[in-house]
């Protein structure tokens, strides 16, 4: 039997094999209501407690940075939130602290949908039946068929608006074009609204176009006023496309206690020391399954099997959501998928819940047999490696 570092190493490996690979439950929800108010409000800042005084086991979080230590993983930062204290927080890499700025790419989109929701809150955007192409009737649009002319709102934030769209190679082509709207909304269909899950950064963009068309406000501004400002978020930077257009798919940078902040906000059902920020029916259908054959919401990915919810970006930047835990979990990173560590660490560090009997979800098989071609000599090696060591 394997144990300690030599499991860690295991389990670690597993993790960058399978780290984020979403399945399917096309009819799951998640409860998005917090088992308490909070004691206080971390505007001006983040209390810090004990794991023990917020209900959870010091010994598993410390095996949890024993294992990121044991291989030098490539995270940035982890923070553990309980009840709305820190009760885990470090940054391995030296370069790093509570006080950097990180892109966190994709994280952005749960951001933007936040905005989209304040607008239709607010009446600024007045129903996601409204159609994407008469928010710019300014543009000139290539491929206009009756397919594009039905596109709406809710398309966009669910990644089904049908548009052809490749996410390896078309975000850096609408970026290196002079007019990142018109790139997106000139692609041609490949599905019929609605009906196929793509994910697509364009679409994410056209909703922060569509926050500052509808509001009259740039959507930098816009968050700056009716988010971040409320949540004490002062330190970030967005990048904007040439039209001056805040990018709606990736290019916020903003610290991970910040990056917590907004994962506080939805835990809280959008409130916010006693101010709406969020509608709270916003909150609720975002983190609710909305596409069709994946578990996507609003512009959250959903993490049904353990009530969760969570903002993914590009190389292992996650605030993951679980309301009826009270719990919140940050990572930042340079490269890697890290979602696989709440499960074999965190959770079972709750005092009182048992330690999940499948904490790793199985991916679909042809994904299962390419990790496990991939990664079967590398574990070998591994384990042939701890056993020689411990001889």
Same mark, same amino acid.
């Given at each position: 039997m394997i144990k300690g570092r030599g499991k860690s190493l295991i389990i670690l490996v597993i993790i960058g094999l399978f780290g984020f690979m979403p399945n399917v439950h096309p009819d799951s929800s998640v409860q998005n209501v917090s088992t308490s108010a909070?004691?206080?409000?971390?505007?001006?800042g983040w209390l810090t407690s004990t794991p023990e005084e917020q209900g959870m086991n010091s010994s598993l979080l410390d095996e949890f940075v024993d294992a990121i230590e044991d291989v030098s993983l490539p995270l940035l930062s982890? +923070?553990?939130i309980r009840n709305g204290y820190i009760i885990l927080e470090g940054y391995p890499d030296p370069d790093y602290n509570e006080s950097t700025l990180k892109h966190v790419w994709s994280v952005t989109k749960s951001f933007t949908s936040a905005l989209v929701g304040m607008a239709l809150g607010a009446g600024d955007l007045t129903s996601l039946d409204e159609l994407v192409v008469d928010?710019?009737?300014d543009k000139t649009i290539a491929n206009l068929d009756e397919d594009k002319q039905s596109i709406t709102v809710e398309h966009l934030l669910t990644m089904t608006a049908g548009f052809e769209w490749s996410s390896a190679t078309d975000p850096s082509d609408m970026m290196d074009s002079p007019d990142w709207i018109q790139y997106v909304l000139d692609k041609p269909m490949a599905d019929v609204p609605g009906e196929t899950f793509n994910y697509n950064s364009g679409a994410s963009h +056209?909703?922060?176009a569509i926050v500052n068309r509808t509001t009259g406000i740039p959507t930098q501004s816009y968050a700056d006023t009716y988010l971040f400002q409320p949540l004490g978020i002062s330190d970030y930077e967005w990048i904007i496309d040439p039209q001056g257009v805040a990018s709606g798919h990736a290019g916020l940078n903003i610290t991970p206690r910040d990056m917590a902040k907004f994962g506080f906000l939805y835990l809280n059902n959008g409130t916010w020391d006693g101010e709406q920020i969020v509608p709270s029916t916003w909150v609720s259908?975002?983190?609710q399954v909305q596409a069709p054959d994946e578990d996507y919401g609003f512009q959250w990915w959903i993490d049904p099997e353990r009530d969760a919810y969570y903002a993914f970006g590009r190389?292992?930047?996650?605030i993951w959501v679980q309301p009826k835990n009270d719990l919140i979990v940050v990572f930042t990173a340079s490269e890697g998928m890290y979602l696989s560590l709440i499960p074999w660490y965190i959770i079972p560090a709750i005092l009182s819940t048992p330690t999940p009997t499948t904490p790793i979800?199985?991916?679909?098989?042809?994904?299962?047999?390419?990790?496990?071609v991939a990664g079967a000599a590398v574990i070998v090696v591994i384990v042939l490696e701890v056993f020689r060591r411990r001889r």
């Open positions: 909070p004691d206080y409000w971390p505007t001006t982890y +923070l553990v928010f710019f009737p +056209l909703l922060s259908a975002s983190t190389d292992g930047q996650y979800s199985p991916p679909p098989i042809d994904m299962r047999i390419i990790g496990l």
